[in-house]
């Protein structure tokens, strides 16, 4: 069964940067469209940003321009730039398949605050 890893989470201030990291047994990363995910307290998981092998990266309007998304399919990990923290981007994050979830990771927090 495909395990699913994230980290690299942790405390910033406002403004800062973090980079979280994605790494899954097996190789799905070369054969899968996958996804960042969040899910901040008291709120519904959602869409952060699409990275594939075949398509464009796809990012949420809120976090366009500031997070990155990139993969390494040797590697089978995949990575989120976050630069340009806000505290709203306060939440645990997640990554998955995109379109037909896995079973999810623990996620990594990420906690922007001053």
């Known amino acids: 069964q495909v395990q699913l890893v994230e980290s690299g989470g942790g405390l910033v201030q406002p403004g800062g940067s973090l980079r979280l990291s994605c790494a899954a047994s097996?190789?799905?990363?070369?054969?899968?469209?996958m996804g960042w995910y969040r899910q901040a307290p008291g709120k519904q998981r959602e869409f952060v940003a699409l990275c594939g092998t075949r398509v464009i990266p796809t990012y949420a309007g809120s976090v366009k321009g500031r997070f990155t998304c990139s993969r390494d399919n040797a590697k089978n990990t995949m990575y989120l730039q976050m630069n340009s923290l806000k505290p709203e981007d306060t939440a645990v994050y997640y990554c998955?398949?995109?379109?037909?979830?896995?079973?999810w990771g623990q996620g990594t927090q990420v906690t922007v605050s001053s």
């Open positions: 998955n398949r995109y379109g037909s979830f896995l079973p």
């Open positions: 097996g190789s799905i990363f070369s054969i899968n469209t």
